[in-house]
């Protein structure tokens, strides 16, 4: 069964949110505009609505995280669903308990939400596979496969700052496309909303080979490629996922595609500068870049509660309008 299959129900709505592949425009505007309403709701002074009131959300990280995991528990919490954090470390798998066993027990507490990561590809899906017909999976995070709610994050960013209309932009993705279940998920979105032009840039060793055939323009140098830009996002080099030596130094990598003020001065004027984060300073951006008046990272974070709120009542039907 393809993601497309188990992600939808029947009538073509959300039921799990896995991927990006295979859904159209208008579940992602669907998600952006839920996110525009609970954007609305981060801003007051209680900053709670009922939508999810007595529903069971448990986040099952096996793969740590600082942004996802705090974002979606307080996105539940702003819900107004039960939170239940199941801590791998302390966890009974460290003592040969399966993942289906795990997903029983939680699922013997009347969980109805679970929030994964993990670091093999497709585990989201396997456990939407083998979930009890009412629980509905959030994927945040598989291996190097897909971070859809970070992807959703980004678009609604890029949205605020640069408009409802996304053809006319041209984005620019640096750094280690190779390992990057981000960029994957966000070329998906950009071009699904229809974005003209998605341009990859990295190194030769750190792109992937068929990268073309996603619908990108493929550059390996970062003042060529970033020219004229409306939105840069920077990628974290993920030395944990790279199996051999696909760098020289981060010194050199640094002075080869890191992006700095100088360089900034190619994009357009008003380019935003985007990072998904954890940045490592120094090797991917400049802090001065980091920190800058262009950027725009610490603006993704919060928008992720909002955006994560929205993902989470849109497949519990509670989505406003729904
Ligand atoms: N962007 C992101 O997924 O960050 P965390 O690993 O901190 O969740």
Redesign the pocket.
Known sequence: MSHRDIQLDKDGRLRHFLTIEGLKQPILKQILDASDFFAEVGERPIKKVPSLKGKLVTNLFF???????TTFELAAKRLSADVLNFNVAVSATSKGETLLDTLRNLEAMHSDIFVV?HNDSGAAHFIANNAAPHVKVIN??DGRHA?PT?AMLDMYTIRHFKGADFTGLRVAIVGDVLHSR?ARSQIQALNTLGVSEVRVIGPKTLIPAAARSLGVHVYHNIDEGIREVDVVIMLRLQKERMSSALLPSEQEYFQLFGLTEKRLRLTDPKAIVMH???INRGVEMASAVADGPRSVILKQVTFGIAVRMAVMSIIMGAAPNA
């Open positions: 793969e740590n995280s600082t942004r996802t995991r990561r945040a995070g971070h970070q981000v998904p984060g954890p």
